[in-house]
């Protein structure tokens, strides 16, 4: 009887009416690649100040942000440099406070850059470190090139991702060559505009599990502490129905636009999104079929949000920390991906 009175007491209470966390998010873009990156995702709806970066002042005519930085004027005359990584690198650490007074005080700073260039490439990295000297946590986001576009721009790629992240909390690295699989029949600017709405909606997504109350929360210092030696990190993003949740499993695990080994990594981060009618075995079941591939003893953080947007329907966003690119040099992976079965074994516990 006692219990049954608890419930009724629980359930009487309306949790919808809360007030957001004062989080401080700043997204800026480098080079070409990012502040193309930083002008689409103007248009999400994202609740972040959004910084362009760049080198070629001819290229800031096409942007979209709240505020533009040229950088390296007295030695590119603002005309970028020339796919110099060395350049691009001195350009940012001359500019090194003007740089700090914009990311002062942010909590969260996301740098947007493609990889190959020398803007993006060089300058990205001391942008990274300038953002740790204000203080904020950051997380870097960036495109490795096009196979096509030649080895010489491919290794100026890897060389600047291991700038990225030494200098990063955590990097994720995205894969345009992974973009041509999935977009090959659509013109470039669409195939392009995929690759920057799941950028935007990975950092909304975000954003939102940790500004926005939620049932089971996760806040700020669960973020920080994943992220603080996250190494390379990779964001999965599914949707699915609330009757077959292993659906929505298996869309989150099979993320087609991030070439990343994420089955021994070291932390995890999921958020659950879904209507009134979510049960917390649902979530748990979410959760486990998730995480049942990654270490044993990975930290685990778990927080679900009820949004009446999604009735009958999930949403997942996960970060998974000290995940294996090809990209970096694999230095102490635990796991080797023939030790685990195929993706029907990672999801065969929500069943």
Same mark, same amino acid.
């Given at each position: 009887?006692?219990?049954?009175?608890?419930?009724?007491? =629980?359930?009487?209470?309306? *949790?919808?009416?809360?007030?957001? @966390? !004062? /989080?401080?998010?700043?997204?800026? #873009?480098? &080079? %070409? $690649?990012?502040?193309?990156?930083?002008?689409?995702?103007?248009?999400?709806?994202?609740?972040?100040?959004?910084?362009?970066?760049?080198?070629?002042?001819?290229?800031?005519?096409?942007?979209?942000?709240?505020?533009?930085?040229?950088?390296?004027?007295?030695?590119?005359?603002?005309?970028?440099?020339?796919?110099?990584?060395?350049?691009?690198?001195?350009?940012?650490?001359? =500019?090194?406070?003007?740089? *700090?007074?914009?990311?002062?005080? @942010? !909590? /969260?700073?996301?740098?947007?850059? #493609?990889? &190959? %260039? $020398?803007?993006?490439?060089?300058?990205?990295?001391?942008?990274?470190?300038?953002?740790?000297?204000?203080?904020?946590?950051?997380?870097?986001?960036?495109?490795?090139?096009?196979?096509?576009?030649?080895?010489?721009?491919?290794?100026?790629?890897?060389?600047?991702?291991?700038?990225?992240?030494?200098?990063?909390?955590?990097?994720?690295?995205?894969?345009?060559?992974?973009?041509?699989?999935?977009?090959?029949?659509?013109?470039?600017?669409? @195939?392009?505009?995929?690759?920057?709405?799941?950028?935007?909606?990975?950092?909304?997504?975000?954003?939102?599990?940790?500004?926005?109350?939620?049932?089971?929360?996760?806040?700020?210092?669960?973020?920080?502490?994943?992220?603080?030696?996250?190494?390379?990190?990779?964001?999965?993003?599914?949707?699915?129905?609330?009757?077959?949740?292993?659906?929505?499993?298996?869309?989150?695990?099979?993320?087609?636009?991030?070439?990343?080994?994420?089955?021994?990594?070291?932390?995890?981060?999921?958020?659950?999104?879904?209507?009134?009618?979510?049960?917390?075995?649902?979530?748990?079941?979410?959760?486990?079929?998730?995480?049942?591939?990654?270490?044993?003893?990975?930290?685990?953080?778990?927080?679900?949000?009820?949004?009446?947007?999604?009735?009958?329907?999930?949403?997942?966003?996960?970060?998974?920390?000290?995940?294996?690119?090809?990209?970096?040099?694999?230095?102490?992976?635990?796991?080797?991906?023939?030790?685990?079965?195929?993706?029907?074994?990672?999801?065969?516990?929500?069943?």
């Amino acid at each position: 009887m006692g219990l049954e009175y608890l419930v009724k007491d =629980a359930l009487s209470i309306d *949790y919808g009416d809360r007030n957001e @966390a !004062d /989080i401080s998010i700043k997204v800026v #873009g480098v &080079g %070409g $690649g990012g502040c193309n990156s930083v002008t689409r995702l103007s248009t999400q709806n994202i609740n972040a100040e959004l910084i362009a970066i760049n080198t070629d002042k001819s290229h800031f005519s096409i942007v979209n942000a709240s505020k533009k930085v040229l950088i390296g004027k007295k030695i590119t005359k603002g005309h970028g440099t020339g796919g110099n990584i060395y350049i691009g690198e001195q350009a940012a650490q001359m =500019a090194y406070n003007d740089i *700090y007074k914009l990311l002062d005080g @942010a !909590d /969260i700073v996301f740098v947007l850059a #493609g990889l &190959g %260039g $020398g803007t993006g490439g060089g300058a990205g990295p001391v942008i990274n470190e300038i953002a740790r000297d204000a203080g904020a946590l950051v997380i870097s986001m960036v495109t490795m090139p096009f196979k096509a576009e030649g080895k010489r721009r491919w290794e100026l790629a890897e060389a600047s991702l291991q700038k990225f992240r030494d200098r990063s909390h955590t990097v994720i690295v995205l894969d345009n060559n992974r973009l041509v699989e999935l977009a090959r029949n659509l013109p470039i600017s669409k @195939a392009f505009a995929i690759m920057d709405y799941l950028i935007g909606d990975v950092i909304k997504n975000l954003a939102e599990a940790i500004t926005i109350p939620s049932l089971m929360n996760i806040d700020f210092s669960d973020l920080e502490a994943l992220m603080r030696n996250g190494g390379t990190s990779t964001i999965l993003y599914g949707e699915g129905n609330y009757y077959t949740p292993q659906d929505a499993v298996l869309d989150t695990l099979n993320n087609p636009l991030m070439d990343i080994d994420y089955r021994g990594a070291n932390g995890a981060l999921i958020h659950i999104t879904g209507g009134s009618e979510m049960s917390l075995q649902t979530v748990y079941r979410i959760a486990e079929g998730i995480t049942s591939g990654i270490r044993e003893d990975a930290e685990i953080k778990i927080g679900a949000r009820v949004d009446d947007r999604y009735t009958k329907k999930l949403k997942i966003t996960t970060i998974l920390t000290g995940v294996h690119t090809p990209y970096i040099p694999k230095e102490n992976a635990r796991y080797a991906m023939e030790e685990i079965g195929g993706i029907n074994d990672l999801i065969s516990v929500v069943y």
